[in-house]
């Protein structure tokens, strides 16, 4: 059975940093597509950060570049978003993806930044 379990989310102040985890199991993460979505209240579910199929090149949304890191433990089947100077408007419920929008989902880890 597929499963993406994020954790690591919380409450921190602006300019602060998280680490999310996200552990994959019943699949080889490496193998897929893997990505970080975010949706903010009132907003669309949007892309933040994947992985191509294959893990070899890193893509980002605009308005993380520079702060956002994802990375993987292929060893752990485990992939990270590791998150620098966070702004409030980076509040939102963050998703772990694998294959795609009409892939697996995890079921989010809430991140509340404060100004």
């Known amino acids: 059975q597929v499963q993406l379990v994020e954790s690591g989310g919380g409450l921190v102040q602006h300019g602060g940093s998280l680490r999310l985890s996200c552990a994959a199991s019943?699949?080889?993460?490496?193998?897929?597509?893997m990505s970080w979505y975010r949706q903010a209240p009132g907003r669309e579910r949007e892309l933040v950060a994947r992985f191509s199929s294959g893990g070899g090149s890193t893509d980002y949304a605009d308005s993380v570049k520079g702060r956002f890191i994802i990375s993987r433990d292929n060893a752990k089947n485990t992939v990270y978003l590791q998150m620098n100077s966070l702004k409030p408007e980076d509040t939102a419920v963050y998703y772990c993806n694998a294959g795609g929008t009409s892939g697996y989902w995890g079921q989010g880890t809430q991140v509340t930044v404060s100004s």
């Open positions: 019943g699949f080889t993460a490496g193998w897929y597509l």
